[in-house]
C-alpha cells in the first residue's frame, strides 16, 4: 500500500515539473547613484534596481562582506544610504531576492566609492602680533591647501557666527576689520564650505585669541641722561617704545621726519637742535603719536666779571668776582693778560672771587673761565676787565660850574673836586676860610643855589679813600647883573586887528647872552626874545608894555624892569578899494584893461595879483592888449610892514574872439532843391556876417543866393558846390572873428541811385523767420524819407527808416516790394520780389515696433526732414515740455536715446527741426507720439497646454511664452542651457531625458526678461506583465492562453497586438490556436484606461515556439499515466482489504495539493498514512526520502514565470480544472 502512495507522489511531481512552459535568468539590478566619491559626513544614496515589477528584498555588499543597516549604513527598500565615514571607501554590489519564490539575482556590477578626509583648514592673522589697539586694521587668513578655490570660509568669533558689517568685510579667504575695537576682542575660528557641495563643510580651525585694548597709550619716551639746557656739543640720547611687537618708530622734529628707528641720537648736539621732539610707533597702517619732548639747547654760559674796581692805586685791596647765571656747580680759572692767575699772598683766590693786594704789576686785563667737570663742558672766557694801577697819590682837579670868572647875584654854582686819575670811592672835604662847608663827603660836588656878594673868596677841596688823603684851593668871584631899554619897532602906535607888532629890548653888556621877560599892565608874558613880536593884534593887546633880561645860559639871572610903553588898537579893518575904467564882460583879446586900489591910513604899499601870481606894487594896474592868458581872478593888497589886507576878488574874463561854425543839415544836394547854411556865434553880440565859397567873398544873386543875417540860403545849381566858409565883426569895440570851419556842399545829378537788398539773402524765406528790405541811395547823401509799399499799399510806419523789417514772415507777405525815397520835393522808386514759403515738416518715428515699454529698456525716436536733411538741428519736447540730456537722455543727431526707461519717460513726444545757420528758424512740431511705460516690468508668461504634475512618458508637453507688448523673441533654456528660439517648446513624445527646470527668456533689443521657472517632471507609464497561463483545456486541444496584466490597483482594458498589428480584443485574456502561425508570431499588449495614464507601457513580446509541442508530450504522458494510477488504485484497494480490513480509511478528496499546503498542514496524506502505519513507513523509507529531495529540488527549479495563477493555483502546482 506505501509502494502505492509513492508511485501516486511521484506521478504528481512529475506532472508539477512537464506543466512548466517556460525558463528565464532572474534579472541583473544595477547601482544607480550618482556618487563615486565624497567627503567624510556626507549623505550617499545608493540604489539598487531591477526592471521588474516584482517585490524583491534587496541585500548589500561591501566587498565580500554583507552591510547590516545601522546609524550609519541605513537599508531601506532598494536604497542604501551613508552617513560617510572613512571606512565607507570601497566597492559596493547589491542583489535582489524573491523571498516567497525562493529566487537569487546575481550580484550587480560593482560601484566603487571612494572617500576623501575632510580638509583641515588653518587660520592666520597677517601681521606679528595678536593683541590690537582701537582703530587698528586686521586681517585674518583662513587657508585649505586642497583644492583652494573650491571652497567659501565662515568666520565665528567666541563660537557665533560673523557675518559683514560696517567694520567687519569678507573677500575671498580673508576677514578684514577695518577699525578695531573692543567688542572685536575673542577667539577667532573659521571653517571651509564647499562651493558646489553645499553641506560639505570642514572641521572649525584651532581658536586664534585676539585681544584688543580699550584704550590707545601713547609711546613713551626714555630719556638717557637728561639735562635742562644741554649745552652745545653734548649728546643727546633718546629712546621709544610702545607696548606690543610689530612697531615701527619714527622720529620727528616739529613736523619734520627725521629717522626711522627705536632711538634717536644726536652726537653732539648745536643750538639749531632746540625744539620739540616726539617720536611715532606705526604698524601696518596704524600709528600712535608720543607727548612731545622738548629739548632745550643752548651755548654754555658766558661768564661776566663784576667788580666796582677799574683803578687803583699801589697798597690797595681789590677784588673781581667771576659770574654765572646759572645754579650749576662750576670751577672758576682767572687770567691776567692771556697767563692763568695762582692764589698766593698778593692775589687771593676763593670760590668765584679773586682778592688783589695791588702792586705795580697787577695792571692789565683779567678774564675768568668755568668748567662743569662731570659733563665736560667748558664756558667761553669772560670779557676782559681791564684794572690800572697809579702811582702813590691822586692827582686832584678843581672846577667851577658854572665856569664863568664872574658870578652873579642869585645864581647857582657848583664847585667840583675830582681825581684826574680814573678812580672811584673818594671822600671829599670843601672847606672855606678853614671851615668845612659841605655836608656830604661821598659828594665831591659843594653847591652855592643863590649866590651873595658875602660869598666872594678862597674854597679847598680835601681827598680822602682809605687811608689816602690829598688836598687843592681855588678863588671864587660874585657881582649884580646889568640895567636893560625898551623901545618899538614902527613909525606908528595905532594899529589895526590883524596887523603885527613889535617891540623890542636890549641889554648893551654882552647882549647876545640874553633872553628876556615880558610884561602887559604888569602881568608876564610868555615871550622870551629881545623882541615881543604880536602876530596879528586885537583890542585885548592894547596897553602898558615893560620887560627884563634874562641870561641865557645862566638862568636864575634876571635884570630889573624898563619903564612903561603904552599901546592903541582900532576893533576893524577896512578893505583896499578897486576902482575899475571902461569894463567888459567879456573882453575880447587884444582890447585895455585899467585897475586902481586904495586904503584909508598911512604907510601903505599895495601890491596887484592874478590868483596867486603877484604882478607888480603899484596904487594903478593896466593891460594894455589883453589876452586869453590874462583870464584870471585880480585883486590889490595894501600892505605896511607885515600886516597887510586884501581887496575882493575881481574877475576878468578874456576869450579870443568867438569862432562861427556853420550849420547845416545840407553836404549834399540834387539840383533843384532849397539848401540852408547858419552862421552860428554863441554870443549876444550883435555881428555882422560874410560869407565865402572857396575863398571867395559871396554877393546876393537873383535869387539863387540869398543872405538875411546870418543865413546864407541856395536854389541849387550846378555851380553851388565847394567849400563854404563865414566870418562875423564888432564894429563899435573893433573885434573880427576868424573864419569859421569849412563845409563842403556837393551837387549831384537830377535823381538820386537808388538800391534794394534783402536780408537774409536767401532766394526763399521761411515763414516766422524776420527778414529785412534795406532801401539805400547810391550816392552819399541823407535826411531822405523811405516809403515801402506792397501792392499799392504802405506797409512801414517809420518813414525815417529806409529798413523795412517783417519779424515773422507768412505765406501773405509774398509779393512785389517798392520802395519810395522822399526828401523836400524829390521823390525816386524802385522795385523787389520777396518769396516766402513754410518750413518743411519734420516726421517722428520710433525705432521699433513697439511704443509701450518696460523698466530699463533702451528707446531710441527719430526726427526726419527729407529736404537739406544735414542742416536742421532738432529740439525735443514731452507733453509740450523742452526736454534737455541728463543721465538717461542723450541726442544724437537727429535721434533721442532714452538708454534706460522708467515711467518718467512716458508721455507725448513731439520734435522740431531748428536751422542750423538761420536760427530763428524753425519747423512746426511733428504730430505726437505716445509712449507708455509700465511701472514694473512683469516676468515672461509660460501658458500650459493639458499640464499635469507628471507627466507619463510618451505623453505631448506643450509651453508657450507670451510677454504682453510687441517685438519679443522668445529663447527657451532648460536649466542654463538654451535650446530653442521660438515662442513654443513642445515635446510631442516625453521622456525621462525632458526631467528638468524650464524657462523662457523674452528679449527685444538689449532688454530681456525671464520667466518663472516651471518644473517639468516625467514618469514612467505603467508596467505591463505578459504571462502565458497553463490550463488543462489547452494541453488537451494544444491551444495558448496568454494574460495581460497592470498591476496599479485599478480597472484596465487591453489591446492586443501580434506581429505589430492590433487585435480586435479587449480583455485582459488572449486565446489563439496552437497552429504554425501563432507559435511563430510575436504578441504584445499595453492596457488601456479613461483616467491619466490613458495607456500603459507595452509589454515584453512572447513567442510560443516549442511549448505547443512540449504540451502534446505532456498529454500522452499524462494519458498513460491516468491509466496506471486507475490499475493502481484498483490493485491497492485490493491489497488493503486483502491484508488490514480492520483499518478505515478516509479518502482524500484531492490526491493534488499544493506545495503550501504540504508547508501548513500538520501532515500530508502519505504522513498520515505512514504514521498510521509505521510498519509500512519502514519499508518505504528509502523512497520516501527520495520522493521528498526530488520536490524539494522541484520547488527550487521553478521555471514558468506567470504574473498571475489561476484561482486554484498555489506555489507552482496545479490543479487540473474540470476533472
Known amino acids: 500500500m506505501e509502494r502505492f502512495k509513492i508511485f501516486l507522489l511521484t506521478v504528481a511531481v512529475c506532472v508539477l515539473v512537464t506543466s512548466q512552459e517556460s525558463t528565464t535568468d532572474p534579472p541583473v539590478p544595477q547601482i544607480q547613484s550618482e556618487w563615486s566619491e565624497a567627503f567624510h559626513g556626507e549623505k550617499v544614496s545608493l540604489k539598487c534596481v531591477i526592471q521588474d515589477s516584482n517585490s524583491w528584498n534587496y541585500t548589500w555588499f561591501k566587498g565580500l562582506n554583507e552591510i547590516v543597516s545601522n546609524d550609519e549604513t541605513n537599508i531601506q527598500g532598494n536604497t542604501l544610504t551613508l552617513s560617510v565615514q572613512s571606512g565607507h571607501g570601497g566597492v559596493y554590489e547589491c542583489q535582489a531576492e524573491l523571498q516567497d519564490r525562493n529566487v537569487t539575482t546575481a550580484k550587480s556590477p560593482p560601484h566603487s566609492l571612494r572617500v576623501h578626509e575632510l580638509p583641515k583648514p588653518e587660520l592666520s592673522i597677517v601681521s606679528q602680533w595678536k593683541t590690537f589697539y582701537p582703530t587698528e586694521k586686521l586681517t585674518l587668513k583662513c587657508s585649505i591647501k586642497e583644492d583652494s578655490n573650491k571652497w567659501d570660509y565662515e568666520w565665528f568669533r567666541n563660537g557665533a557666527l560673523l557675518s559683514q558689517d560696517k567694520d567687519i568685510s569678507f573677500s575671498g579667504n580673508t576677514l578684514s576689520i577695518s577699525s578695531v575695537n573692543v567688542v572685536h576682542a575673542g577667539q577667532y575660528t573659521c571653517r571651509g564650505k564647499h562651493q558646489t557641495r553645499k553641506p560639505v563643510t570642514t572641521g572649525k580651525t584651532e581658536a586664534l585669541q585676539l585681544n584688543v585694548h580699550d584704550t590707545t597709550p601713547k609711546p613713551t619716551i626714555t630719556k638717557n641722561q637728561w639735562f635742562e639746557p ?33 632711538e634717536f641720537t644726536i652726537d653732539s648736539v648745536s643750538v639749531t637742535d632746540t625744539g620739540n621732539y616726539q617720536c611715532k610707533a606705526q604698524r601696518g597702517d596704524f ?91 667748558m664756558t667761553g672766557k669772560s670779557p676782559p676787565h681791564s684794572l690800572t694801577v697809579h702811582g ?33 670811592k673818594w671822600q671829599y672835604i670843601w672847606e672855606k676860610d678853614s671851615r668845612q662847608v659841605n655836608t656830604d663827603p661821598s659828594n665831591p660836588v659843594y653847591t652855592i643855589q643863590s649866590a651873595s656878594l658875602s660869598e666872594n673868596g678862597e674854597y679847598t677841596c680835601q681827598v680822602r679813600r682809605g687811608e689816602k688823603t690829598s688836598s687843592k684851593s681855588r678863588k671864587l668871584t660874585v657881582k649884580d647883573p646889568p640895567k636893560p631899554e625898551l623901545s618899538i619897532m614902527s613909525q606908528w602906535k595905532t594899529f589895526y586887528t590883524t596887523e603885527k607888532l613889535t617891540l623890542k629890548c636890549s641889554i648893551k653888556e654882552d647882549s647876545d647872552k640874553w633872553d628876556y621877560e615880558w ?62 575904467n571902461q569894463w567888459f564882460e567879456p573882453f575880447y583879446s587884444k582890447e585895455r584893461v585899467q585897475l586902481n586900489c586904495n586904503m584909508p591910513g598911512v604907510g601903505w604899499e599895495y601890491h596887484w595879483y592874478k590868483g596867486s601870481n603877484r604882478l607888480t606894487t603899484s596904487p594903478e594896474f593896466t593891460i594894455d592888449s589883453v589876452s586869453v592868458t590874462d583870464t584870471g581872478d585880480y585883486q590889490c593888497k595894501a600892505q605896511r610892514g607885515d600886516f597887510s589886507v586884501d581887496s575882493e576878488t575881481l574877475q576878468v574874463r578874456v576869450q ?132 515801402w509799399e506792397k501792392d499799392s499799399r504802405q506797409v512801414n510806419t517809420d518813414p525815417s527808416n529806409p529798413v523795412y523789417t517783417i519779424q515773422s514772415a507768412s505765406l501773405p507777405q509774398n509779393g512785389e516790394y517798392s520802395c519810395q525815397v522822399r526828401r523836400g520835393e524829390k521823390t525816386s522808386s524802385k522795385s523787389r520780389k520777396l518769396t516766402v514759403k513754410e518750413p518743411p515738416k519734420p516726421e517722428l518715428s520710433i525705432m521699433s ?14 526726427c526726419s526732414i527729407k529736404e537739406d536733411s544735414d542742416k536742421w538741428d532738432y529740439e525735443w519736447f514731452r507733453n509740450g515740455a523742452p526736454l534737455s540730456q541728463d543721465k538717461d537722455i542723450s541726442f544724437s543727431g537727429n535721434k533721442l536715446s532714452i538708454s534706460s526707461v522708467n515711467v518718467v519717460h512716458a508721455g507725448q513726444y513731439t520734435c522740431r527741426g531748428k536751422h542750423q545757420t538761420r536760427k530763428p528758424v524753425t519747423t512746426g512740431k511733428t504730430e505726437a507720439l505716445q509712449l507708455h511705460v509700465h511701472d514694473i516690468t512683469p516676468k515672461a508668461d509660460i501658458s500650459k497646454h493639458q499640464w499635469f504634475e507628471f507627466f507619463y512618458t510618451e505623453e505631448r508637453v506643450h509651453l508657450n511664452c507670451t510677454m504682453s507688448g510687441v517685438g519679443w523673441q522668445y529663447q527657451w533654456y532648460k536649466g542654463s542651457s538654451p535650446l530653442i528660439k521660438n515662442a513654443e517648446l513642445a515635446f510631442s513624445s516625453v ?66 497586438f501580434m506581429n505589430g498589428q492590433q487585435l480586435n480584443e479587449t480583455s485582459d485574456l488572449l486565446k489563439r490556436k496552437g497552429n504554425e502561425e501563432t507559435i511563430k508570431s510575436e504578441f504584445k499588449c499595453k492596457g488601456i484606461n479613461t483616467e491619466r495614464p490613458l495607456y500603459s507601457a507595452l509589454s515584453d513580446g512572447f513567442i510560443a515556439n516549442n511549448i505547443i509541442f512540449k504540451r502534446k508530450i505532456l498529454l500522452a504522458i499524462s494519458l498513460c499515466l491516468v491509466c496506471c494510477i486507475v490499475i493502481l488504485i484498483i490493485g491497492c484497494i485490493v491489497l488493503k482489504i486483502t491484508r488490514k480490513p480492520e483499518v478505515k480509511e478516509t479518502a482524500q478528496d484531492d490526491l493534488f495539493f499544493s506545495m503550501t499546503d504540504s508547508k501548513i498542514q500538520a501532515a500530508s496524506p502519505m504522513k498520515e498514512y505512514m504514521d498510521n502505519s509505521p510498519t509500512e513507513l519502514e519499508e518505504c523509507q528509502e523512497k520516501e526520502e527520495l520522493i521528498t529531495d526530488r520536490t524539494s529540488a522541484v520547488q527550487e527549479d521553478a521555471v514558468i514565470k506567470d504574473e498571475e495563477t489561476p484561482a486554484s493555483e498555489a506555489n507552482g502546482l496545479i490543479s487540473f480544472k474540470g476533472l
Not at 559 to 572: C, I, R, W
Not at 762 to 767: A, F, K, N, Q, S
Not at 1016 to 1044: F, H, K, N, W, Y
Open 656 to 787: 579870443d574872439p568867438p569862432k562861427p561854425q556853420i550849420q547845416s543839415e545840407w553836404t549834399e544836394a540834387f539840383h533843384g532843391e532849397k539848401v540852408s547854411l547858419q552862421c552860428v556865434i554863441q554870443d549876444s553880440e550883435s555881428w555882422k556876417y560874410t560869407w565865402f565859397r572857396d575863398q571867395n567873398k559871396m554877393v546876393s544873386k537873383d535869387g539863387t543866393i540869398i543872405m538875411i543875417g546870418n543865413t546864407l540860403t541856395l536854389s541849387v545849381q550846378s555851380d553851388h558846390g565847394g567849400v563854404y566858409e563865414c566870418q562875423a565883426e564888432l564894429q563899435d569895440r573893433n573885434v573880427m572873428t576868424t573864419k569859421s570851419p569849412a563845409h563842403s556842399l556837393r551837387v549831384h545829378g537830377p535823381q538820386p541811385t537808388i538800391v534794394l537788398k534783402q536780408d537774409p539773402s536767401y532766394p526763399e524765406i521761411y515763414t516766422g523767420e524776420q527778414v529785412r528790405l534795406i532801401c539805400s541811395i547810391q550816392e552819399k547823401t541823407s535826411k531822405w524819407q523811405y516809403i
Open 230 to 262: 644741554f649745552y652745545s656739543k653734548e649728546r643727546v640720547q633718546l629712546n621709544c617704545n610702545m607696548p606690543g611687537v610689530g612697531w615701527e618708530y619714527h622720529w620727528y622734529k616739529g613736523s619734520n621726519r627725521l629717522t626711522t628707528s627705536p
Open 287 to 377: 600709528s600712535v603719536d608720543s607727548e612731545t619732548l622738548q629739548v632745550r639747547v643752548q651755548d654754555p654760559p658766558k661768564p661776566q666779571i663784576q667788580s666796582e674796581w677799574t683803578e687803583a692805586f699801589h697798597g690797595e685791596k681789590v677784588s673781581l668776582q667771576c659770574v654765572i647765571q646759572d645754579s650749576e656747580s662750576w670751577k672758576y680759572t682767572w687770567l691776567r693778560d692771556q697767563n692763568k692767575i695762582v692764589s698766593s699772598d698778593v692775589t687771593n683766590i676763593k670760590g668765584n672771587t679773586l682778592t688783589l693786594s695791588v702792586q705795580s704789576d697787577h695792571g692789565g686785563v683779567y678774564e675768568c673761565q668755568a668748567e662743569l667737570q662731570d659733563r665736560n663742558v
Open 519 to 580: 610884561f602887559k599892565n604888569g602881568a608876564p608874558l610868555p615871550s622870551s626874545g629881545s623882541t615881543l613880536s604880536i602876530s596879528s593884534v586885537n583890542v585885548v593887546h592894547a596897553g602898558q608894555y615893560t620887560c627884563r633880561g634874562k641870561h641865557q645860559t645862566r638862568k636864575p639871572v634876571t635884570t630889573g624892569k624898563t619903564e612903561a610903553l603904552q599901546l592903541h588898537v582900532h576893533d576893524t579893518t577896512p578893505k583896499p578899494t578897486i576902482t575899475k
Open 392 to 424: 702813590p697819590q691822586p692827582t686832584i682837579v678843581l672846577k667851577q660850574d658854572p665856569s664863568y670868572p664872574e658870578i652873579y647875584t642869585g645864581e647857582q654854582v657848583r664847585l667840583n673836586c675830582s681825581i684826574q686819575e680814573k678812580t672811584s
Open 991 to 1056: 521622456s525621462h531625458t525632458h526631467i528638468g527646470d524650464y524657462h523662457c527668456k523674452a528679449q527685444r533689443g538689449d532688454f530681456s526678461v525671464n520667466s518663472e521657472t516651471l518644473q517639468v517632471q516625467v514618469q514612467a507609464r505603467p508596467a505591463v506583465s505578459l504571462s502565458l497561463e497553463t490550463e488543462l483545456g489547452d494541453i488537451m486541444t494544444g491551444d495558448m492562453t496568454l494574460r495581460c496584466n497592470v498591476s496599479d490597483g485599478r480597472q484596465w482594458n487591453y489591446t492586443w
Open 849 to 862: 515696433q513697439w511704443k509701450t515699454f518696460y523698466p530699463t529698456e533702451k528707446l531710441t525716436l527719430k
